[in-house]
């Protein structure tokens, strides 16, 4: 029988990850497309081959590199983007074949940025206040101007959650959404 599918999205530093973990906790399979990319961009020949053509060997397997160069550039983010989104897609895809839960959990930053909701049955938002984000992460560097706001995903999404609380609160909101999905999968 084929998993329900969630996908977890929110902006940076919201709490997609600890919701992906709650989920996990609840005997969700999981996976984040975060760590794909990370994978690919250490292990995939084939991404290497190409990054090391575009950009040189100093690149190849530095993401702080890559960052350097493609959050300044919007032609070269999109040239990345074009490399590594339909091998990521292809991944969680295989993953998703192999789900034996009922439930399968992909965290997936850009999700609407890149029109991937359709492709799951249900869409989790997670975001947080400014001012918890930004206690959370680095300073800023522009890369929130190229996403969906936070206000349009939540409209479009099955379950959001505002991360202003406890790992506890973020449990229980998980618990729901999973008792919800559990009970409209079985009817």
Same mark, same amino acid.
């Given at each position: 029988?084929?998993?329900?599918?969630?996908?977890?999205? +929110?902006?940076? !530093?919201? +709490?997609? $990850?600890?919701?992906?973990?709650?989920?996990?906790?609840? &005997?969700?399979?999981?996976?984040?497309?975060?760590? =794909?990319?990370? @994978?690919?961009?250490?292990?995939?020949? @084939?991404?290497?081959?190409?990054?090391?053509?575009?950009?040189? @060997?100093?690149?190849? &397997?530095?993401?702080?590199?890559? &960052?350097?160069?493609?959050?300044?550039?919007?032609?070269? #983010?999109?040239? #990345?983007? &074009?490399?590594?989104?339909?091998?990521?897609? !292809?991944?969680?895809?295989?993953? #998703?074949?192999?789900?034996?839960?009922?439930?399968?959990?992909?965290?997936?930053?850009? #999700?609407?940025?890149?029109?991937?909701? $359709?492709?799951?049955?249900? /869409?989790? =938002? =997670?975001?947080?206040?400014?001012?918890?984000?930004?206690?959370?992460?680095?300073?800023?560097? +522009?890369?929130?101007?190229?996403? /969906?706001?936070?206000?349009?995903?939540?409209?479009?999404? @099955?379950?959001?959650?505002?991360?202003?609380?406890?790992?506890?609160?973020?449990?229980?909101?998980?618990?729901?959404?999973?008792?919800?999905?559990?009970?409209?999968?079985? +009817?």
């Amino acid at each position: 029988m084929r998993p329900v599918t969630v996908a977890i999205t +929110g902006g940076i !530093a919201a +709490g997609k $990850s600890e919701a992906l973990n709650a989920f996990a906790r609840r &005997g969700a399979a999981t996976v984040s497309t975060d760590a =794909v990319v990370h @994978d690919l961009l250490a292990h995939d020949e @084939d991404v290497r081959s190409a990054i090391r053509a575009r950009w040189g @060997d100093d690149a190849v &397997g530095d993401r702080r590199r890559i &960052g350097e160069i493609v959050f300044t550039d919007p032609s070269e #983010l999109a040239w #990345l983007e &074009g490399v590594l989104h339909p091998r990521t897609r !292809a991944a969680v895809d295989e993953w #998703l074949a192999g789900v034996e839960e009922p439930i399968a959990a992909v965290e997936i930053p850009l #999700l609407y940025e890149t029109g991937g909701e $359709s492709r799951f049955d249900a /869409v989790v =938002v =997670v975001t947080a206040p400014p001012e918890t984000r930004a206690a959370r992460r680095a300073p800023a560097d +522009g890369r929130e101007t190229r996403l /969906v706001p936070d206000e349009e995903k939540m409209r479009r999404a @099955d379950f959001s959650y505002v991360n202003d609380g406890s790992l506890e609160a973020l449990d229980a909101f998980v618990a729901g959404v999973l008792d919800k999905l559990l009970s409209s999968s079985a +009817g």
